[in-house]
């Protein structure tokens, strides 16, 4: 009787060290979730306008000093060109692609990565993502063709928790 009970607890402990180590627990971090910015109105992969020039410039200004570790972006020319600023603004920074519509995998490596991230997607997209992130309360619709000025701002905690913030260009300065 006292083996078997030396042989439980020992199976017990074992049980609660394992759903202890696999527990919510995640790297802390924030991920920077932005639409393209501003397109040229012809062909199938535009390149950016000016005032969508202008945006990614301003976009790399905000993140500059926001400790970016890792940038992704769909592989289309005005999601590349938005996070190129902010590319060549910090050394060492590259640009990793993923597939516009496999969200659950873009999900996971964002949970596993350590440091802050930057992805750049689409209207119709970008919202998917987030979404995967919002616990409590009311999640993001896609967004309108001409809304170009929000960046998510999704604050992962070590215990597994998140929140998303939706802000305005204009808020940051």
């Given at each position: 009787m006292k083996k078997q009970f030396g042989f439980y607890t020992a199976i017990v402990f074992l049980a609660v060290l394992l759903?202890?180590?696999?527990?919510?627990?995640?790297?802390?971090?924030?991920?920077y979730v932005v639409r393209h910015a501003e397109k040229l109105l012809t062909g199938d992969d535009p390149y950016l306008s000016v005032a969508g020039t202008v945006r990614s410039k301003k976009l790399a200004e905000i993140?500059?000093?926001?400790?970016?570790?890792?940038?992704?972006?769909?592989?289309?020319?005005?999601t590349r060109a938005t996070a190129q600023p902010l590319i060549e603004k910090i050394p060492g920074l590259t640009l990793e692609i993923y597939e516009v519509r496999k969200h659950d995998d873009l999900v996971?490596?964002?949970?596993?990565?350590?440091?802050?991230m930057l992805v750049v997607g689409h209207s119709n997209t970008i919202h998917h993502v987030v979404n995967y992130f919002v616990q409590n309360?009311?999640?993001?619709?896609?967004?309108?063709?001409?809304?170009?000025?929000?960046?998510?701002?999704?604050?992962?905690?070590?215990?597994?928790?998140?929140?998303?913030?939706?802000?305005?260009?204009?808020?940051?300065?």
């Open positions: 759903l202890w180590s696999c527990g919510a627990k995640q790297e802390p971090k924030t991920i993140l500059s000093d926001k400790q970016i570790e890792h940038v992704f972006s769909t592989d289309f020319i005005r996971k490596e964002l949970r596993k990565r350590k440091g802050n309360g009311e999640q993001y619709s896609e967004l309108e063709d001409l809304e170009y000025g929000y960046i998510f701002e999704i604050t992962l905690e070590k215990d597994g928790s998140s929140t998303v913030l939706r802000r305005d260009y204009r808020e940051f300065n």
